[in-house]
């Protein structure tokens, strides 16, 4: 078999997400299909054959470094690097492993605004391209709303759900559009989202607000939006979890989920919004750190399961892209398996891109063994290798990996980016319930703003303030206790009204036991939900009821725009919403939501 033949199908995926696909004619002005493809066929072929054994592996790994610049000196993240990596910074790590990517964290200390970010993936770059290097794919985790890295100034666009709860796949695909040009201005060229799960399951742990909704159709529409805004803003996007995490119950990241559809229940609810991603061309897919007995009796978790990467998303659903697995810290993935034995798992059952091994060299190692040894041949090797090679090109990063830092305060927190994030979050609050207590129009009205989250009270307070009322910010805690609860209560007497606001409630939370004991005071009490839709199966009663699925600032504007009545609630719940005792007892339908 020859080498162009083995790099096939990893080619025609990325060629087509970047609009060199054979079946749409290109622009007037863009290059000619054919001279575009055999351009990156022909760098990938010739790259590949320069390339040691050592240099392709290293191609196979996306690791995160610490410290806010390429070659940091602080004495903690050179420690930490030495530790995670075996050497002292980002720049020495990547000219002595020539990794394929790096992912960008806060904790690690990479995102602390947007010029450092960007000077940041310059000295990344420079080291991967000195000598003739391959480019680094930079990546994060981008979804915004639950799971955002890079915080203001850059744009906080809507997360999923609220997407979902607009409605509006064209907006969809504007704010990834938008997000993907802030984030390539940055320097980063691979975000991992979209989100591509059904959240079927309101007690799921890990995905919820990140799913665009419980409903395949809605889900796949907006996936498909997305990718293609994320991919038309100049960033890699990556459709996430395969072969689909919305109906766990347990979170991978500490334990191993087990989803109990059938086959045919994945085909009518898991993979719609897939399929739509891999029509969209969208250039990665991640793996779950799940078992789906249904898709791989042997129990195998997706990630190293051949008949699910290989069989079911490459055969079945014809993806050609890169396949990259979630991080393989997470002990989902770990649980049954050895660290060293979880890489060439992985790539045996089809992954190209191995994500944040707990132990680099080790991972590393074990993966140039398995190629000594011929259980991973060079053809193996080399098909991911070329996937990676073919995306980096097609994508313009081996072109020009670099971003000028000293523009991208006129790309990042534009305006009309704002304003873009803020129509979607006006769109998306949900009004489930009320007895006539909203609009609070009348002027002066005093309220208490109290429940969870000092930062959200505190800015649902004074936007109230802002646009007439006179409220009185208590945040009671996470988890308020006694006290907190008779604190509350003692300033909500004498006022027009409550706003409470909850964030995931569960069966016995102190946060259900604030808003009865508020129901009991005989003032009015607005329930508002800022994460999954699904709290009010827990205090029925309330005189008022919304969802903004997010705590981010625009959200909560929203959300007291509505209170007011500055903003007329526009949102349609995106899932079905239980009550507590019977998942299968719907409370509030797909689809429902009032006006004013």
């Known amino acids: 078999m020859s080498r162009k033949t083995v790099l096939a199908s990893g080619l025609a995926g990325a060629l087509a997400a970047a609009g060199c696909s054979r079946a749409e004619p290109p622009p007037e002005d863009a290059p000619r299909e054919d001279e575009a493809i055999d351009d990156t066929e022909t760098y990938v072929t010739e790259r590949l054959a320069s390339m040691t054994v050592e240099e392709k592996v290293g191609q196979l790994f996306m690791v995160y470094v610490f410290g806010s610049s390429a070659e940091t000196d602080h004495p903690d993240y050179v420690a930490a690097n030495r530790d995670h990596l075996g050497a002292d910074n980002a720049a020495e790590f990547i000219e002595a492993y020539r ?22 993936s310059n000295g990344l770059q420079e080291a991967a391209t000195a000598g003739d290097g391959v480019p680094l794919l930079i990546a994060t985790d981008q979804e915004y709303g639950q799971i955002v890295r890079i915080g203001e100034p850059a744009t906080q666009f809507p997360g999923a759900m609220p997407l979902g709860a607009a409605r509006d796949a064209k907006a969809a695909e504007r704010a990834a559009e938008f997000a993907g040009v802030e984030l390539r201005a940055m320097g980063l060229n691979h975000d991992f989202a979209p989100d591509a799960d059904v959240n079927v399951n309101p007690a799921n742990p890990v995905i919820g607000v990140r799913s665009f909704s419980s409903d395949p159709d809605l889900a796949a529409e907006l996936t498909a939006a997305q990718v293609t805004g994320y991919q038309a803003g100049g960033v890699a996007a990556t459709a996430k979890h395969f072969p689909g ?24 609810i898991d993979a719609p919004p897939f399929e739509a991603a891999i029509k969209a061309g969208v250039d990665m897919v991640m793996s779950a750190h799940i078992q789906f007995p249904a898709l791989d009796d042997s129990l195998t978790p997706a990630t190293l399961s051949e008949p699910i990467l290989t069989g079911l998303l490459r055969e079945r659903l014809g993806f050609e892209g890169v396949i990259v697995t979630d991080s393989l810290e997470m002990e989902g993935v770990r649980s049954e398996y050895g660290d060293d034995r979880v890489p060439v798992l992985a790539l045996l059952a089809g992954a190209d891109l ?12 074990a993966v140039l063994a398995a190629v000594e040894s011929g259980e991973l041949t060079e053809e193996r090797l080399d098909a991911s290798v070329g996937r990676l ?10 072109e020009d990996p670099f971003t000028d830092a000293d523009a991208v305060s ?13 129509d979607i979050s006006d769109r998306a609050v949900t009004l489930l319930q009320n007895d006539g207590v909203l609009p609070l129009t009348a002027d002066g009205a005093s309220v208490l703003v109290t429940g969870r989250g000092e930062q959200s009270v505190a800015a649902i307070a004074d936007e109230l303030n802002r646009l007439g009322l006179r409220a009185e910010a208590f945040p009671s805690g996470d988890d308020p206790d006694g006290a907190a609860i008779d604190r509350a209560l003692g300033l909500a007497d004498g006022k027009d009204a409550v706003v409470v606001a909850t964030f995931n409630v569960a069966a016995g939370s102190a946060q259900a036991d604030l808003v009865e004991s508020l129901l009991g005071s005989g003032v009015p009490v607005v329930a508002a939900a800022l994460g999954t839709p699904y709290d009010i199966a827990h205090f029925t009663g309330v005189n008022a009821y919304l969802a903004t699925y997010s ?46």
Not at 355 to 363: C, E, H, I, T, V
Not at 410 to 422: C, I, R, S
């Open 245 to 268: 995490h919305g109906d766990t119950d347990v979170d991978s990241h500490v334990g191993l989920p087990v989803i109990t559809h059938s086959e045919q229940e994945w085909s009518e």
């Open 99 to 120: 990794p394929g990517g790096i992912v960008y964290f806060t904790w690690s200390d990479n995102v602390n605004d947007p010029g450092q970010i960007a000077e940041l």
């Open 410 to 422: 006129d790309l990042v927190g534009t305006d009309e980016h704002v304003a873009v994030a803020d």
């Open 354 to 365: 191995l994500l944040m091994p707990p132990d680099f060299r080790q991972a590393r190692d």
């Open 551 to 596: 705590g981010t600032t625009g959200s909560l504007a929203s959300l007291a725009g509505v209170l007011t009545g500055e903003i007329r609630p526009q949102g349609s719940l995106p899932v079905d919403v239980p009550t507590a005792q019977d998942r299968d007892e719907v409370l509030f339908s797909f689809g429902s939501g009032l006006d004013y």
């Open 389 to 398: 090679l073919a995306l980096k090109h097609s994508r313009g990063i081996v």
